[in-house]
């Protein structure tokens, strides 16, 4: 079992950078694949990126691909979500979760992920 906590949220304003991070603590982080996903009120989940349990792998979806990179440091138990140019439209809660996984798996459907963080908010204002 693994337990996730976000963090970095904040307000921003549109154009500017900020890094997320996902810290776990319990054991095997490096075995987990894991996924960024956000959620605005009354909207569904979304798919964010993914990185696989080593490192080697991301993948970002359209809406965020060229802006947001992923990466981690299973030393310190942690991801990162770089968002760079960011948006109005990116503000959301954003949340991260942990997948097993036994290979260089990549996971789009947050049906896959058995962990999640409580979430941390991010707000960009125009």
């Known amino acids: 079992q693994v337990q996730l906590v976000e963090s970095g949220g904040r307000l921003v304003q549109a154009g500017d950078s900020l890094r997320l991070s996902c810290t776990a603590s319990?054991?095997?982080?490096?075995?987990?694949?894991i996924g960024w996903f956000r959620q605005t009120p009354g909207k569904e989940r979304e798919f964010v990126g993914v990185?696989?349990?080593?490192?080697?792998?991301?993948y970002c979806s359209d809406s965020v691909k060229g802006r947001f990179t992923i990466s981690r440091d299973n030393a310190e138990n942690t991801v990162y979500l770089q968002m760079n140019s960011l948006k109005p439209e990116d503000t959301a809660v954003y949340y991260c979760?942990?997948?097993?996984?036994?290979?260089?798996?990549?996971?789009?459907?947050?049906?896959?992920?058995?962990?999640w963080g409580q979430g941390t908010q991010v707000t960009v204002s125009s």
């Open positions: 979760a942990a997948a097993p996984s036994y290979g260089s798996d990549l996971y789009y459907s947050k049906h896959l992920y058995d962990y």
């Open positions: 990185i696989t349990r080593d490192g080697g792998r991301t």
């Open positions: 319990g054991r095997a982080f490096s075995t987990y694949t």
